[in-house]
């Protein structure tokens, strides 16, 4: 048996992962452990439903999203119990997801077990944030590579991983967002106690970490989407530094006016509905970018936090200023076409894909022994297992490609 312990850190994370775990939990030769840290700690955080026969394990801390000082202690405390958990479990895989400040301290905590790592979205920007660096650091300490993008899958490589190492498997986020029992207009306003969907809009925003004022960006949104009233949901800002900040005057905004709602999380039920019935998705969280384009999604992406990240035609890219922002949404409220894009990050298939390449992968032995990839070798190795057209016409696409 391979026993293969994922670690999640949010709720955003479980969207993305759970369809990796069904399908991980699916296979014979698969023990799957799941820790859940960070913000699945919080006061009042949800639980949080697993496969059968997968175990829970949770512990940590949870960042708070309100200053350095708490969060920098709660890593602490998630590296700590990390390591116990990995000296306890002894896994033979460890899986890691995306760049946030908690998802880093799984990875150190396992470190001196010396334990491969599997790193699902990897290779991707988002120059405005803190989770650029964390990202990449996840991405050296990895062993195994789960890109969403072709191009991802092409930066792994340059930052010196082997191509063997490397598969563009899709976001598995997508997975779950088309499994979802979608919702009727009237029934998903009905659920938010919204009025109507006309002209509704999809908010999230999250700090700018990188900025002299992480905060400063919620102003000019929430100065424009008052200028352009509409049914608006807000949806809470992830545990950053400065996080509860920005939630703490959503919260206060959206109580002041009856076309807004503060949620702060629609789940798996609601928010693909919401994808599915909004006019316009505006902010500036890794969603628009990612999973949006699936559902055709037009977005207003404001100010640098995603800054460098592939996005498709749907996504207009806006600097934080009130009148550029109130320009766009006058263009969105004008229309409710959506023109059909292209996804980036996949078709919604990419969970077995993953679950595969980790049940498949060679000896421990091999895996630790890892070279410096540094050659202009084709990156062919990276296109595998094609079982699907959106698969089949990225790999064509690339069968020559090289990492310089």
Same mark, same amino acid.
């Given at each position: 048996?391979?026993?293969?312990? $994922?670690?999640? #850190? ?13 399908? %991980?939990?699916?296979?014979?030769? /698969? ?54 958990? @990995? ?8 899986? /890691?997801?995306?760049?946030?400040? *908690?998802?880093?301290?799984?990875? #150190? ?8 790592? /599997?790193? %699902? ?17 996840? !991405?050296?300490?990895?062993? &195994?590579? @789960? ?13 010196? +991983? +082997? ?5 563009? #498997?899709?976001?598995?986020? &997508? ?7 979608? &919702?009727?207009?009237?029934?998903? =306003? ?6 109507? &969907? *006309? ?7 999250? $700090?700018? !970490? ?19 009233? =509409?049914?608006?949901?807000? !949806?809470?800002?992830? =545990? ?51 999973? =949006?384009?699936?559902? *055709? ?17 749907? /996504?207009?890219? @806006? ?11 006058? @263009? ?34 091999? %895996? %630790? ?7 202009? #070798? ?18 064509? $696409? ?7």
């Amino acid at each position: 048996m391979m026993k293969v312990l $994922s670690a999640s #850190t949010s709720r955003a994370d479980v969207g993305i992962l759970r369809p990796v775990w069904t399908a %991980l939990a699916a296979l014979k030769n /698969v023990e799957l452990h799941v820790f859940l840290t960070g913000a699945h700690l919080a006061p009042g955080a949800p639980k949080v439903a697993i496969p059968e026969g997968c175990r829970r394990h949770m512990g940590g801390a949870d960042l708070g999203g309100s200053d350095a000082d708490s969060a920098g202690h709660a890593m602490a405390e998630i590296a700590a119990e990390a390591a116990r958990l @990995c000296s306890r479990l002894r896994p033979d895989i460890v899986i /890691v997801i995306g760049d946030r400040l *908690d998802m880093l301290p799984v990875a #150190t905590g396992s470190l001196a077990f010396n334990i491969p790592l /599997v790193h %699902l979205h990897g290779g991707e920007l988002s120059l405005g944030a803190i989770d650029d660096r964390n990202r990449h650091a996840l !991405t050296k300490l990895s062993h &195994l590579h @789960c890109a969403a993008t072709a191009s991802a899958a092409t930066r792994i490589c340059r930052m010196g +991983e +082997e191509p063997w190492r490397v598969r563009v #498997t899709g976001a598995p986020g &997508l997975d779950t967002l088309l499994a979802a029992e979608p &919702l009727s207009e009237g029934a998903f =306003a009905a659920a938010l106690s919204l009025p109507s &969907l *006309d002209g509704f809009r999809l908010v999230t925003v999250h $700090s700018e !970490t990188n900025a002299a004022d992480p905060t400063a960006i919620i102003h000019p949104i929430l100065a424009a989407l008052d200028k352009v009233p =509409a049914p608006t949901i807000f !949806t809470a800002s992830n =545990a950053d530094p400065g996080g509860k900040v920005i939630d703490d005057l959503v919260r206060d905004f959206a109580a002041a006016r009856e076309w807004a709602v503060y949620r702060d999380t629609l789940g798996m039920e609601l928010y693909p509905s919401a994808l599915r019935h909004a006019a316009v998705m505006v902010g500036n969280s890794s969603s628009g970018i990612i999973e =949006a384009a699936l559902f *055709d999604l037009p977005v207003i992406n404001v100010g640098s936090r995603q800054a460098g990240r592939d996005s498709g035609a749907n /996504v207009t890219h @806006c600097a934080a200023d009130t009148d550029a922002i109130r320009a766009l949404l006058d @263009c969105a409220g004008a229309s409710r076409h959506r023109p059909k894009v292209h996804s980036l990050y996949g078709d919604g298939h990419a969970a077995p894909r993953i679950a595969n390449f980790i049940a498949g992968a060679p000896s421990r032995e091999r %895996l %630790l022994d890892k070279q410096f990839f540094e050659g202009n #070798t084709s990156i062919a190795a990276c296109w595998t297992e094609k079982s699907s057209a959106w698969y089949d016409a990225h790999a064509r $696409s690339r069968p020559n490609q090289s990492c310089p």
